[in-house]
C-alpha cells in the first residue's frame, strides 16, 4: 500500500524557518516524481513545486509563490522528500500536502500537515 | 504561467442531478487536464487524469472530457457522497501544475 505521511509542521514566527518532511513508502520512490501542494484555511488547492526523480534530472521546478524562499529536495536513502521554507509570512499559513499527482504511483496524497505563521 | 479558470465557484443541486463543471486554460495544455474531489479535512482524490481517463475505483457516474483548453467534469446522476469540492489541475510537463480556484457543490 501507498503511503505519504508529512510531518515537521507547527506554529512559526513571521521572518521563520521550517522543513517539512513526507515519509514515503509502498513504492519505488527513486522512479517519483513528487510534489507539494497546499491549501489555506478555506481556499482553494495551491501548487508550491515538485522534485523530479534522480533518474530524470533529479531538477526542481516552482510555482511563483515559492521561488527564492521555499526549496524541495528528497533523501532516495530514506525514501523522503523535503519541504524547507525561508522567510515565512502570514499568507503561509496552509496545510501542506505532498503528493506523486499524476505522475506514478498516480493520485497518492499525504493527510497533510498544518503550518501556522504567526506572532 | 498556464492559468486555469473553473466555474461555477459554486453549485446548488439535488441528489439525481446532472452536474456539469467547466475549467478554461489560458494556452493550450492539449489533454493534460486531472479533476479532483476534496471533502472537508481530507487530502484531495483524483478522479480523471489526461482529460478523460476514468481513476481506478472511481464510480462511472463521473467523466470527464475536453482538449485544448476547454474541459468539462460531468457526474451523471449526482449521489450523497459526491457533495464535496472539485478541482481541476492542468500538468504540463514543462510548465508545471495550476489548480483551478474549485467548485463547491452544495445540496440544493
Known amino acids: 500500500e501507498v503511503q505519504l505521511v508529512e510531518s515537521g509542521g507547527g506554529l512559526v514566527k513571521p521572518g521563520g524557518s521550517l522543513r517539512l518532511s513526507c515519509a514515503a513508502s509502498g513504492f519505488t520512490f527513486t522512479d517519483a516524481w513528487m510534489s507539494w501542494v497546499r491549501q489555506a484555511p478555506g481556499k482553494g488547492l495551491e501548487w508550491i513545486g515538485r522534485i523530479k526523480s534522480e533518474t530524470d534530472g533529479g531538477t526542481t521546478d516552482y510555482a511563483a509563490l515559492a521561488k527564492g524562499r521555499f526549496s524541495i529536495s528528497r533523501d532516495d536513502s530514506k525514501n523522503t522528500l523535503f519541504l524547507q521554507m525561508n522567510g515565512l509570512k502570514t499568507d503561509d499559513t496552509a496545510v501542506y500536502f505532498c503528493t506523486t499527482g499524476i505522475s506514478p504511483p498516480r493520485g497518492n496524497w499525504g493527510q497533510g500537515t498544518l503550518v501556522t505563521v504567526s506572532s | 504561467d498556464i492559468q486555469m479558470t473553473q466555474s461555477p465557484s459554486t453549485l446548488s443541486a439535488s441528489v439525481g442531478d446532472r452536474v456539469t463543471i467547466t475549467c478554461r486554460a489560458s494556452q493550450s495544455i492539449s489533454r493534460w487536464l486531472a479533476w479532483y474531489q476534496q471533502k472537508p479535512g481530507k487530502a484531495p482524490k483524483l478522479l480523471i487524469y489526461?482529460?478523460?481517463s476514468l481513476e481506478s475505483g472511481v464510480p462511472s457516474r463521473f467523466s470527464g472530457i475536453g482538449s485544448g483548453t476547454e474541459f468539462t467534469l460531468t457526474i451523471s446522476s449526482l449521489q450523497p457522497d459526491d457533495f464535496a469540492s472539485y478541482y481541476c489541475q492542468q500538468y504540463d510537463t514543462y510548465s508545471g501544475w495550476t489548480f483551478g480556484q474549485g467548485t463547491k457543490v452544495e445540496i440544493k
Open positions: 489526461k482529460a478523460s
